[in-house]
């Protein structure tokens, strides 16, 4: 098993299919404080958080874990929806 740099705190890698980003992805994505939803303003209480109008901007769906997206640098294995 890798060893992780204490330092790169900004990389987060992903335990199911080992993406690494800054952001973290849907897979296990990473809390932020105090975030708001950009479609409909709400508090996130969770960073898989779907509105009615996010759902109506849903572009992808993973092909590693199920999860949909409105990028598909937010997922694993991305696939457009038709």
Do not use: F
């Amino acid at each position: 098993m890798k060893k992780q740099n204490k330092h790169a705190h900004d990389k987060h890698v992903c335990p199911t299919c080992m993406h690494s980003t800054e952001e973290g992805h849907l897979c296990v994505p990473v809390k932020k404080k105090d975030a708001t939803c950009d479609w409909c303003g709400a508090l996130i209480p969770d960073e898989r958080h779907l509105c009615n109008e996010k759902v109506k901007e849903l572009a992808y769906i993973c092909n590693s874990c199920g999860r949909t997206a409105v990028k598909a640098d937010y997922l694993c294995k991305p696939e457009k929806i038709k």
